[in-house]
C-alpha cells in the first residue's frame, strides 16, 4: 500500500525514526529513535542491506515495489512491515525522499513512525484543515 505524495510530512518530526539508505539500499544512517521503535542499535544495521535486517522475508516483495517506485518517482508514502529485532513485525507509515549528493550519488531519507500513529495524525490533520476551511470567522494556531 503506497502512493507517489506531496510534500507534506508523514508526523511529527520528534516521532519520527529515521533512516539513510545508500544508492544500493544498504543503511547509512540510522535515528536514535529508530533504535528505540526498532529495538537495532547503530551497529547492527549500518553498512547492511535494510532488506536484509529490517524486512521479513514474505513482506519482500512489497518492499522491492515501494522501492522501485521510490527510485522512479522521487519518493514514496506508504505502509509496510518491519522486522524488529525482537523478531516481531511493526506496520510502519515510511515517507522516503531521494537526497543527492554534491558528487551527484542519490541516497535515500525515510522517516517512519508505527502505523497507527501516522493515521492518527493525518485524521487530526484533516479535522483541522476542515475546521480552518469552514469556520465563518477567522482562526489561527
Known sequence: MGHHSSGRGTACAHHAASAVLDYWGTVAGWSLRAQVLLGYPESAVIRRPAFDVLIDPGDLPAAKE???????????????????????????????????????????FLAGAPAAEVLEWLRDRAVLDGSFRRCPIGLAA
Request: contains cysteine; positive net charge.
Open 66 to 108: 515501494a522501492a522501485a517506485t521510490c527510485r522512479r518517482e522521487g519518493g514514496w508514502f506508504g505502509v509496510l512491515a518491519v522486522r524488529q529485532r525482537s523478531g516481531r513485525l511493526m506496520e510502519m507509515g515510511f515517507r522516503a525522499r531521494a537526497l543527492l549528493r554534491g558528487d551527484h550519488v542519490r541516497e535515500w
